[in-house]
């Protein structure tokens, strides 16, 4: 069975820093273009990056860019959003997500004083 | 970035009814258009994919169509545990972008 596992959420300052992980079992995280989606409380759906399966293409959107950088172990089969210069606007449930088709629980990260 | 048009925003409607939920996008994408389900405090499920191609499991009751700019979720037969919200995605390029979602409500 596929699981992915999102850890690393939590409650931060304006200005901080989190990073964030998701672990991959019953599934070769090497073989799949990995993504991270977050959702704001009571809102849709927004993409927030993206990274090939051998990390040569990766993609921001760009209300992130600059500030989140995403990365994968696949040896560890894992994948990683550090997300530095947090704001209010970025607090939301992460998702790490496999191609589209598999989907963590979900992290909550909080940005508030 | 490609703008996705989501209607409608809600709905209801009673078991047993057919549903049709549209998304349009800004630009043509040929088929590259998923659609997925989403329940209160759970992650989406991706119920279609390339526009028409039903997810392994999902309930034959879901179709997809279209094709360009105009796509089209049926649900035929409502059940009970559809009740939810939907949003389609494209993935034809970066960035990625998500309709805006209808909620399906009981009626």
């Known amino acids: 069975e596929v699981q992915l596992v999102e850890s690393g959420g939590g409650l931060v300052k304006p200005g901080g820093s989190l990073r964030l992980s998701c672990a991959a079992s019953g599934f070769t995280l090497s073989t799949y273009s990995m993504n991270w989606v977050r959702q704001a409380p009571g809102k849709g759906l927004e993409w927030v990056s993206s990274?090939?399966?051998?990390?040569?293409?990766?993609y921001y959107a760009d209300s992130v860019k600059g500030r989140f950088t995403i990365s994968r172990d696949n040896a560890k089969n894992s994948l990683f959003l550090q997300m530095n210069s947090l704001r209010a606007e970025d607090t939301a449930v992460y998702y790490c997500?496999?191609?589209?088709?598999?989907w963590g629980q979900g992290t909550l990260v909080t940005v508030s004083s | 970035a490609i703008q996705m048009t989501q209607s409608p925003s809600s709905l209801s409607a009673s078991v047993g009814d057919r549903v049709t939920i549209i998304c349009r996008t800004s630009q043509a994408i040929r088929y590259d258009l998923a659609w997925f389900q989403q329940k209160p405090g759970k992650a989406p499920k991706l119920l279609i994919y390339?526009?028409?191609t039903l997810q392994s499991g999902v309930p034959s009751r879901f179709s997809g169509s279209g094709s360009g700019t105009d796509f089209t979720l049926t649900i035929s037969g409502l059940q009970p545990e559809d009740f939810a919200t939907y949003y389609c995605l494209q993935d034809y390029n970066y960035p990625w972008t998500f309709g805006q979602g209808t909620k399906v409500e009981i009626k």
């Open positions: 990274i090939s399966s051998s990390s040569i293409y990766i």
């Open positions: 997500v496999g191609t589209i088709d598999y």
């Open positions: 390339a526009a028409s």
